[in-house]
């Protein structure tokens, strides 16, 4: 089983619809949660952390669920821009290090 | 002005060749990394150096070799090129990343497509 795993899509849905992706990992020793987006052919930005009470940015929420380990990216509203991979990304703390971990991605494609 | 720049930004060479990739960061980050992302756009991270310390080697091969002349650059070197190697390289850098910290925001170079025939 892969440490971080989600749905590669791609998800095509139309402007304006609301869109939500799931990331699950398998280390419980994961500490730190984040998501990413990669515009086609360009390097990946920090889009928002996830906090274990949930967080909100704008269009996007952000929630965590530890007992089921897994994160959820919500983006309401969705715009033509939102159009990215979304990438997922579990940082899992050990004694001495950190380990990072970025997911394979989920493809989003807004439609007019 | 451009947090981390990387060059060449494309490369094409033969197999078996030498190569090196330049990574600078103008941000004052402590930690800098090597990512390779395949043609399946899997994101893996290769090293990660802070204070010229490599922290981190995920079974990469040792023919790929990270070389910090400070801690402003991080270069990768890779010898004795193979088909495989070809995908994208991205150097990236974080504040700090020292032990039992949390993750630190990384902020990633614009990537250099390497393309080896």
């Known amino acids: 089983r892969k440490e971080v795993e989600q749905d590669p899509g791609p998800f095509n849905v139309p402007e304006g619809a609301t869109v939500a992706f799931n990331c699950t990992y398998s280390n419980s020793a994961s500490q730190s949660f984040f998501w990413y987006r990669q515009d086609c052919r360009k390097e990946p930005k920090l889009l928002m952390s996830?906090?274990?009470s949930g967080n909100e940015d704008g269009r996007f929420t952000a929630q965590l669920n530890r007992a089921s380990q897994y994160i959820s990216l919500l983006i309401r509203d969705s715009k033509l821009s939102d159009s990215a991979t979304y990438l997922c990304v579990v940082n899992i703390l050990y004694s001495s290090a950190s380990k990072i971990i970025f997911g394979s991605g989920t493809r989003l494609s807004i439609r007019p | 002005d451009t947090a981390v720049s990387q060059t060449p930004k494309y490369l094409v060479t033969q197999m078996g060749n030498d190569k090196s990739i330049k990574c600078e960061q103008n941000?004052?980050?402590?930690?800098m990394y090597w990512y390779k992302q395949d043609s399946k756009k899997f994101l893996k991270i290769m090293f990660s150096?802070?204070?010229?310390?490599?922290?981190i080697n995920e079974t990469v091969p040792n023919r790929f070799s990270p070389k910090s002349p400070d801690k402003a650059h991080l270069n990768l070197h890779i010898n004795s090129l193979e088909l495989g190697d070809s995908a994208v390289y991205f150097c990236?850098?974080?504040?700090?990343?020292?032990?039992?910290?949390?993750?630190?925001?990384?902020?990633f170079g614009p990537g250099t497509r390497l393309t080896v025939l």
């Open positions: 150096y802070n204070n010229k310390e490599l922290i």
């Open positions: 990236a850098s974080s504040e700090d990343r020292t032990s039992g910290s949390s993750y630190n925001e990384q902020f």
């Open positions: 941000l004052g980050h402590d930690t």
């Open positions: 996830v906090y274990s």
